[in-house]
């Protein structure tokens, strides 16, 4: 788990049928400064509601991810896990 700041949506014209109906962000990972973003953007689902410039947990447990959309073959590893409060 780490924090994260959201830079953007997702969409995509074809995707994995247990992603139907997902709300999709783009995130990066933030420096200890909780200020810093670093890396690469990572794909995440989002049953939170979080939008952009929000700092979010992040989680890569994919088995929550894929119970969370239902589906135990979804290809989904990301997902928010909370909206610390500010």
Known sequence: ???GRVIGNATATIKHPS??????L???C???DGQTVEGDPILVIDNLG???GETVMVTSDG???REALGDPRSPVR???LGIPDR
């Open 1 to 3: 788990m780490y924090l």
């Open 19 to 24: 992603m139907e109906g997902a709300k999709l």
């Open 26 to 28: 783009l995130v990066k």
């Open 30 to 32: 933030l420096h200890a």
């Open 50 to 52: 979080a939008g952009r």
């Open 63 to 65: 088995i929550g991810a």
């Open 78 to 80: 990301w997902s928010v």
